[in-house]
């Protein structure tokens, strides 16, 4: 069973580009989270999603930022005009169930995004 | 913001045992304590959880004290490798993990 997969590993981008970032979330995990993390910074929660659905989007930036779970495919986080201080590393995790008891999360190695 | 509170860091000579404090002195009574640990710049790391009970696994042991308002994690035997940012989290009805500070561990020889 393959942990949760991102990619790209590293993604450079020019400023006003579009930036998307794929994470594949482990078999039979329904349930994905993005977090970011600046440099020399901590994590911070960006947004929780499951199939088709956004559930907690309270720490996404309310501009340029989005972030989908399709029914098919991967969980797509998407920065549109990217600017320098979207540089950062972004991981997702994932979890088979919703809950306080439930809720072993497993992250990917993160995209490191650079704006330059 | 993160409701639980660590020290920023600690030392642990290699091969003796770490105990990591956390305080969550809010936390309540359906609310699990969580660890997880960040080795440089990888993905978070779940070490493992609780709920009241002490629990045991092959990577550490939790300590939850009778009111629930502070835990202990400890590493029995710590090594080079455990050198990270350790987290402890009291994950929301949603299982949405905030991350505070944590406390590096620097693990030395």
């Known amino acids: 069973n393959a942990g949760v997969m991102q990619n790209p590993r590293h993604l450079v981008r020019r400023r006003g580009q579009e930036a998307r970032l794929r994470c594949s979330p482990m078999k039979g995990h329904s349930h994905v989270y993005w977090y970011r993390q600046l440099p020399e910074e901590g994590l911070k929660f960006m947004v929780y999603l499951q199939k088709e659905n956004i559930i907690d989007e309270s720490g996404m930036p309310k501009e340029r930022f989005s972030a989908e779970f399709p029914k098919e495919g991967p969980s797509i986080l998407r920065i549109q005009q990217v600017v320098r201080g979207d540089s950062a590393a972004y991981f997702c995790?994932?979890?088979?169930?919703?809950?306080?008891?439930?809720?072993?999360?497993?992250f990917g190695q993160g995209t490191r995004l650079t704006v330059v | 913001d993160a409701k639980t509170t660590q020290p920023p860091s600690m030392d642990c000579a290699e091969g003796r045992a770490a105990n990591l404090p956390c305080n969550h002195s809010t936390i309540s009574g359906n609310e699990y304590v969580y660890w997880y640990r960040q080795i440089h710049s990888q993905g978070p790391q779940y070490i493992i959880h609780g709920l009241k009970n002490n629990e045991t696994n092959e990577m550490a042991s939790l300590i939850i004290t009778e009111d629930r308002k502070s835990s202990t994690l400890i590493l029995p035997h710590a090594t080079l490798r455990d050198t990270a940012v350790y987290y402890c989290i009291n994950p929301d009805s949603w299982g949405k993990l905030q991350f505070g500070a944590g406390t590096q561990v620097v693990v030395t020889p």
């Open positions: 995790a994932s979890s088979p169930n919703r809950g306080r008891g439930n809720t072993e999360a497993f």
